[in-house]
């Protein structure tokens, strides 16, 4: 069997707690988790809703659709 695999979608205003939260508790479950960023207006961040910025690992316009499960915030 292999290693399941989830895309977590963020984009500008995400709550920042739950993206991160979302994707640890997924890690914490051997879960090979990417973050994609969606609809950024700079592409090399998300600007969460209290500021943080966060580096998303790919655009979701670059997903493969091969992804057992798909989790926005």
Known sequence: M???RALV????????????VTAN???RANINVVVAGVALKNPAYAECSRGVKIIPDI??????PDWDQVGSQ
């Open 2 to 4: 292999s290693q399941k």
């Open 9 to 20: 979608l963020i984009t500008d205003g995400a709550d920042e707690i739950q993206v991160t």
């Open 25 to 27: 508790v997924l890690r």
């Open 59 to 64: 655009s979701f316009e670059h997903k493969t």
